[in-house]
């Protein structure tokens, strides 16, 4: 996934999830650069999108980020 320094855009719904299951967006930032893909979905609607299992503190993180040629889009967070 680490393709060099991107703009990261979080969703509403990856913010909240994030603060009620307390994660960082440092957190995040690690995982989209030392995470793995686990899942690929090259067709969701509007852009294709990806699960990574990351950790973080010993805590495992899955990140469904959609990728465009301009940033990563957080959808959610668990």
């Known amino acids: 996934m680490a393709e ?3 703009t990261v855009i979080y969703r509403a719904h990856a913010i909240k999830r994030m603060f ?3 994660i ?3 957190a995040v930032h690690a995982v989209l650069s030392t995470g793995e893909v686990i899942e690929s979905y090259p067709h969701d609607v ?3 999108s990806k699960l ?3 950790w973080s503190d010993n805590r ?3 990140i469904v980020v959609a990728e ?3 940033a990563d889009i ?3 967070v668990y």
């Open 24 to 26: 960082s967006e440092e």
């Open 52 to 54: 990574v299992l990351g």
């Open 68 to 70: 465009t040629d301009e």
């Open 46 to 48: 509007p852009y294709p």
């Open 4 to 6: 060099g320094k991107r």
């Open 74 to 76: 957080i959808i959610t």
């Open 20 to 22: 009620e299951r307390r």
């Open 60 to 62: 495992p993180i899955h």
